[in-house]
């Protein structure tokens, strides 16, 4: 009886052996996407402070990677001026499935990185220079590297590629316009004639009286400008990443850079001239832009755009605004992905 006992018990254990193994098995056949013990960024779980020089002084601005693809590393360049990482959290939902490795990258003066206040760093050539450094810092190359920039990071983008496209695989320009005179020109003619008149007659009063910091000018914008262009969303609804992202924002340096304007760019802001439309064919990378039909950019000139570099490509986002990835992200995520994936064949 003990003898048939222990065969029995044998033979369990032997099968409990076998079926443990399968786990192990499947796990050695699966993609190494989050594989991270051979990333030198384990123990922080992809974060990197990578120090970047300038004429002031050296600093330091915070990283993150997610996933491992060898031919696929997308940096993401945030906007503002001045803004963060923190409203790209959506990209979560898409890159990893899709097994493209990407980096939340926080510009110097933003949140996560240092924060000199020295106003003498706020210039699109140091910006530029500073994305290279941390390009070099993080090993990125004409063989895996995708430049996506959105809004202000859109031009740092563009200007980047005009520079330094020998390094790139791919760029994407989201939500932005190569010509900040355009800019204004469409946020004046076009998209403020879009609100109520006494709304707008409003705003135009307080702009004209320099009164921004009036309570009452954000509570117009916030209220009537935003849920139509920035995100069309009800307020109470927008999504805590990019409530954070609103809440960290540098705010000396947005208005140093765009102006304090919701309409296009004001006073003596710095990127009030800025406009490179003529050098767009210059770009000769494969290169994505993304547009939306109620952005705070004119949608026609970012198509205008695809058609300018040498291998464009265009997207729409048809119900989307100035932050498609949130109101129109299937469009927006399938369309990202498809490029990246095609220029990676």
Known sequence: MKSILFVVCFSLLLVSCKFGDEPIDQLNSFSSYLDYSERNDRLSGGVKMIPVSTKKGTYKVWTKRTGNNASI???????????????FECFDSYFPKAEIEYY???????FYSDQPNDSLLWSVDRYVDEVEQVRKALNLDVTNFYLYGHSWGGILAMEY????QQHLKGLIISNMMASIPDY???ANEVLGPQLDPEVLKEIKALEASNDYS???YSELVFTHYYPEHILRMPLKQWPNPVNRAFANINHDLYVTMQGPSEFGVAGDAKLKDWDVSNRLPEISVPTLVIGATYDTMDPRHMEKIASMVQNGSYLLCPKGSHLA??????????GLIKFVKEVNK
């Open 214 to 216: 009036n309570p009452k």
């Open 325 to 334: 990835m949130y109101d129109d992200q299937e469009t927006y995520f399938d």
């Open 73 to 87: 590393k997308v940096l993401l360049l945030h906007g503002g001026p001045g803004a963060t990482h923190e409203y």
């Open 104 to 110: 939340y990258y926080d510009q110097l003066e933003s």
């Open 184 to 186: 204004i020109s469409y």
């Open 161 to 164: 590629a005009l520079k330094y």
